[in-house]
Structures are given as structure tokens and as C-alpha cells.
């Protein structure tokens, strides 16, 4: 099993990159918050890679931090559920908004991924609530819709930066109500968090 890879990036597509390693173009599969993440093109990357073999093709799914991997490894174990399922269930949101919907029985967010219908959802909460750690994942709010959305990006950020789900989570949890709402003010107040545990 290939477990990482890292080499320059060659190009981006829809679903996937092409990252050169010794000579060699491979070609990873990845979710949207990875491509969107990615970096330029020309440049160094590291992805955790999940190996998916079948009878007559081996395929190769990156992702940014071993947390995305993980929940792309469980998906993939629910029956029913091939790496093109998982890889759109990955790819509908951050990652912590897709567990808190599995770990809170939220079918109906679930249902409205492309490709999952009602009982393919159920089944993912059937199956996986139970193994989700609920621990760290951010509770709901009253938060506005754009704050929300402020914070997820920030999440990801945080996450690039080597920090863990869990860790962004917390440090964002942290701000206090009165933080201001913009990107690089909240980053900074999440980052002196780090600095205080």
C-alpha cells in the first residue's frame, strides 16, 4: 500500500493531480478541499494516499491530513459505497461538517450529496456513527451563515498549517463571541491559541 507521496505537481483536473515523483506523472484522485488547496502547479506536494486495488486497475486517493483519510477509509466501508461515492462525499464539505452530520444523525444534509439518496445516508449513520469521535467537532451555534463559513475556511487553514481536525477545532472554539469576523483577524486569535496550550 502506497501510504504518501511527494513530488512536484504537474496539473490539476476536475477530480484529481498529476504529481510527478522520479520521473514518474501519478495520477491521485482527491476531493475538492484538496484541489482547491493544493498550491501551484510547479511545486512541491504532499499527499496521504489511500491505495484502492481492484482486478484490473489500481488507483490512488490523496488527501491533505490523515483525518480525511481515515473518513475516506470508513465511507468506504459501508456497503454499497465505491472511492467515487466517498471521494463526492469528501468533497461536499469540510471535513468536520460531514462528521458532526454522520455522528448527529443529520440524514437529510447527507442526502443532498450527489450520489447519496435517503437510504444510502442512513446507512452511513447507521454504520458509522458509533466509530465517529464527536470530541473537538464544533457544536451548533448561532453564528451567521458567512461566520460559519469564515470559521470553515479558517479550519482548513489550520489544518494546511499540520494542525489536526480536532485542533482546529478547538482553537476556534476558543475565539471569544466578540472576535472579529474577519479571516485573518480570527487566524491570528486562533494561532496565539496554540501558542497558550
Known amino acids: 500500500m502506497i501510504a504518501s507521496v511527494r ?7 476536475n477530480d484529481h493531480v498529476v504529481v510527478e515523483i522520479g ?12 484541489l482547491s488547496n493544493i498550491g501551484a502547479i510547479g511545486g512541491e506536494v504532499r499527499l496521504h494516499t489511500y491505495t484502492h486495488i481492484r482486478e484490473d486497475t489500481l488507483s490512488l ?16 466501508s459501508v456497503a454499497g459505497i465505491g472511492p467515487k461515492v466517498a471521494l463526492s ?20 444534509r447527507l442526502s443532498r450529496i450527489p450520489g447519496i439518496g435517503k437510504k444510502t445516508a442512513e446507512r452511513l449513520v447507521l ?8 470530541t473537538g467537532l464544533p457544536t451548533p451555534s448561532t453564528a451567521s451563515p458567512a ?5 470553515n475556511e479558517l479550519a482548513e487553514m489550520l489544518i494546511s498549517l499540520g494542525f489536526s481536525a480536532t485542533e482546529a477545532s478547538a482553537a476556534i472554539q ?5 472576535a472579529p469576523s474577519n479571516l485573518e483577524e480570527r487566524l491570528r486569535l486562533a494561532l ?6
Open 7 to 13: 513530488g512536484t505537481l504537474l496539473s490539476i483536473g
Open 23 to 34: 520521473g514518474l506523472g501519478l495520477h491521485v484522485f482527491a476531493p475538492q478541499p484538496v
Open 127 to 134: 454504520e458509522l456513527k458509533s466509530k465517529i469521535d464527536i
Open 89 to 108: 462525499i469528501l468533497s461536499a464539505a469540510p471535513l468536520h461538517e460531514i462528521q458532526s452530520a454522520i455522528a448527529g444523525s443529520d440524514t437529510a
Open 61 to 76: 486517493y490523496g488527501f491533505s491530513f490523515p483525518e480525511q483519510r481515515k473518513l475516506f477509509e470508513m465511507v468506504l
Open 192 to 197: 496565539r491559541y496554540f501558542g497558550s496550550v
Open 147 to 151: 461566520l460559519m463559513a469564515t470559521n
Open 174 to 178: 476558543s475565539l471569544p463571541a466578540d
